[in-house]
């Protein structure tokens, strides 16, 4: 072999297989971005909690790039219905309420609008079987370092960092303590005050009457005024890339012990055994005097089992912006100066029961039949005397159809009772 020949040999790189590049680049890809991992636990006394976890959902069906997951637990009462029912439904009707053909950015930003449309909608299709039964509802979707928290009632879901600093990511909907939530049930024609047994002392927690549930907001209820709204408290979060864990569990937990209290009996163990370890806390502190469910998902670098240790110094981090309604462009951006170690960069926030303030005003006409798509449901409803009046207005809100405009004017306290002829 000639002196050329051995040296060309040696320059030359070697060829290398197209699987072997694809698993290099898919190895890339998931340094940046996080693990997720789970584990739940729950005691029942009723049996009318359930929970959902679906870690394998894609925005673009059959894309693990477009990879996202979801969470979620449903508290029942007045029977199992209306949890069951949440549980199949409400991640569909979230999905079909965002419109086809985004990019991880646009899906973000339009994911709190679509939770708000898939809440009503479920409560819509629920309330129309005629059964009585209610849910509250805590529905988390992660997708990379982005945590979407959409709630009705008061289950919760709250995160803990590697600072230590635990943050509360929904707003309890519990007449006894949210006295802006009793204000808008008594304008819209509700009343609150505590169950009075034959003229005697009130008692127990505030409740809303008729019906008597002491919360505010829940999916499903037909029995109780239609103001207690299906509309959600929504938030969304960007975590730093050293990751956090949340603890969403229903009142079964949080009627024992404090938020605080919960990350604290479980750091430093991986998901599946802080869960149990939650539950068995609450137990102890309190008994058995509830169902109570706890799911525990911790997202972490890539690589890490677990949650990193909390640091001995606590160093100056943003935990939390000004809330308000609001977003930055900063979905797919690198960390910036605000994204240290365990900081967590709020992109949105609202938890308005006003239906046209969280939809906004777009009414999407399709070109090819001349009929408006509804905001809510989804469907199509061709135009007539009262979508134009709701088309040309400019302070009307979201094309809404027939069947949801009247959803939406029962929730604000706009439609006039029609009194019960007796027989």
């Not at 680049?25 to 729950?42: F, I």
């Not at 008729?210 to 979060?237: A, M, N």
Request: neutral net charge.
């Amino acid at each position: 072999m000639s002196e050329k020949e051995a040296f060309k040999m040696k320059t030359t790189s070697p060829l290398v297989a197209l699987g072997t590049l694809i698993g290099r680049e898919l190895r890339h890809e998931n340094v940046e971005k996080p693990t997720v991992s789970y584990g739940q636990a729950a005691l029942a006394k009723k049996g009318e909690d359930y929970f959902l976890i679906k870690p394998d959902c894609y925005r673009i069906s059959g894309d693990p790039t477009t990879s996202f997951s979801v969470f979620a637990i449903f508290d029942g009462h007045n029977g199992i219905s209306a949890a069951i029912f949440a549980k199949e439904n409400l991640l569909n009707n979230i999905l079909s309420a965002i419109p086809q053909g985004c990019d991880r950015e646009e899906w973000l930003q339009a994911l709190p609008r679509a939770l708000v449309a898939g809440f009503v909608k479920t409560d819509i299709e629920f309330q129309q079987k005629g059964e009585t039964s209610g849910t509250t509802v805590t529905f988390v979707v992660i997708d990379e370092w982005t945590i979407t928290v959409a709630s009705v009632g008061d289950s919760r879901c709250i995160l803990d960092t590697q600072t230590g600093v635990v943050s509360l990511l929904t707003v309890d909907h519990r007449l006894e303590e949210n006295v802006e939530e009793r204000e808008r049930v008594t304008a819209s024609g509700g009343e609150v005050g505590r169950l009075n047994i034959f003229g005697g002392n009130a008692v127990g927690p505030l409740r809303c009457w008729p019906g008597g549930l002491c919360l505010s907001r829940s999916i499903g209820d037909t029995d109780v005024g239609e103001f207690i709204v299906p509309i959600p408290h929504v938030k969304q979060v960007k975590l730093s890339n050293s990751g956090g864990r949340l603890i969403i569990a229903s009142d079964g937990i949080w009627d024992a012990l404090s938020s605080d209290m919960a990350a604290q009996c479980c750091r430093g163990l991986p998901a599946d055994l802080a869960a149990k370890l939650v539950v068995k806390e609450a137990l102890r502190s309190r008994g058995l005097k509830d169902d109570t469910t706890c799911v525990v998902v911790d997202i972490v670098p890539y690589g890490h089992p677990v949650i990193p240790q909390i640091p001995k110094k606590k160093q100056n981090l943003l935990t939390s912006l000004i809330p308000g309604k609001r977003f930055h462009n900063s979905l797919n951006k690198e960390p910036n100066k605000l994204s240290a170690v365990g900081a967590v960069e709020e992109l949105f926030e609202e938890g308005s029961a006003v239906l046209s303030e969280r939809l906004g005003k777009n009414m999407p006409l399709n070109s090819n039949s001349g009929t408006f798509r509804c905001a809510v449901c989804q469907g199509n409803e061709a135009p007539n005397d009262d979508l134009s009046e709701t088309i040309f207005s400019h302070s009307s809100g979201p094309m809404l159809c027939s069947k949801c405009r009247k959803k939406k004017d029962a929730m604000e306290g706009k439609r006039a009772i029609v009194p019960t002829l007796m027989t």
